[in-house]
């Protein structure tokens, strides 16, 4: 990416209150480099060939599905989360087996790893030699150059033909119209002006910063939606947009990209 000075946060209103995305802010940065795709279900297998790296869900035993994804037997479901019980917590469910023990990764390679830690991205960036983007380049990155867009080629949605999200009913009805269930292919879609693919949708991307350091949260921040964002509950795909989740926690949702150091 160019150095550049960009206007970062939600310019439309489209934000909660809580989810710190605004006041609308200009911010600097220098030129930096960052990958034009998530890392790989490949690429994170060479990693862990590379280095014997247990990710947390493997250490921990278990990680957060989707039911819909879910391919387990019922003895490997732990519970639903509260609050969402779409989500289960299933033994068994790793990087490697993104539904559960009943799954693989066969088939799949060019789709995003999930099932990772912020502190698993770190591990994986130190033997890359890379490092996780601050909030500030993922941003400019996915705007591609476009100042207050609410997506990276514009401001309306234009799914399924644009990004990775839910269609129909959530939590209970998809109807595919995009073709995915869960992730997709790294290069589905079209990439953005800066030649990056699917910043939004398909699966949320860790970034270095703490969610809200001012109060000595130790959560991370999470950016771009997935493949479960639908209209109706999360409306975060979109290039403003703010998640977080703990350094340790893993879900099938949830990926990332590296930019040099």
């Known amino acids: 990416m160019p150095a550049q000075t960009f206007r970062m946060g939600d310019a439309h209103g489209d934000s909660r ?9 200009a911010v600097t940065l220098d030129a930096f480099d960052i990958d034009a795709t998530t890392v790989t279900n490949a690429d994170f297998a060479r990693f862990v060939d590379a280095t014997g790296h247990v990710t947390e869900a493997e250490s921990f035993g278990f990680s957060a599905v989707f039911h819909l994804a879910l391919a387990a037997p019922d003895e490997a479901v732990m519970g639903r989360v ?21 799954s693989t990764t066969e088939g799949i390679d060019d789709h995003p790893v999930v099932h990772v830690s912020w502190n698993d991205a770190q591990a994986y960036c130190a033997w890359a030699g890379r490092a996780l983007p601050t909030e ?7 705007r591609g150059g476009h100042d207050g867009r609410r ?10 033909d644009r990004c990775n999200i839910w269609q129909g009913r959530f939590p209970a009805e998809n109807t595919l119209d995009d073709g995915h269930l869960t992730t997709a292919p790294v290069r589905s879609y079209h990439p953005n002006d800066y030649g990056l693919w699917q910043t939004v949708g398909n699966v ?12 000595g949260d130790d959560s991370r921040v999470t950016r771009g939606g997935s493949y479960l964002c639908h ?17 340790d926690s893993s879900t099938g949702n949830t990926g990332f990209r590296t930019v040099a150091r």
């Open 231 to 247: 209209a109706s509950y999360c409306n975060r795909y979109r290039n403003a947009a703010r998640s977080s989740n703990t350094p």
């Open 204 to 215: 949320w991307e860790w970034c270095a910063d703490r969610w809200d350091p001012a109060r």
């Open 136 to 142: 500030a380049q993922w941003e400019c990155a996915s």
């Open 82 to 102: 509260p609050g969402a019980p779409w989500w289960l917590g299933v033994r068994g469910a790793d990087w490697q087996r993104p539904g559960g023990p009943g």
């Open 151 to 160: 997506y990276p080629w514009g401001d309306e949605l234009d799914a399924p």
């Open 17 to 25: 209150w809580d989810d710190g995305e605004g006041p609308v802010r």
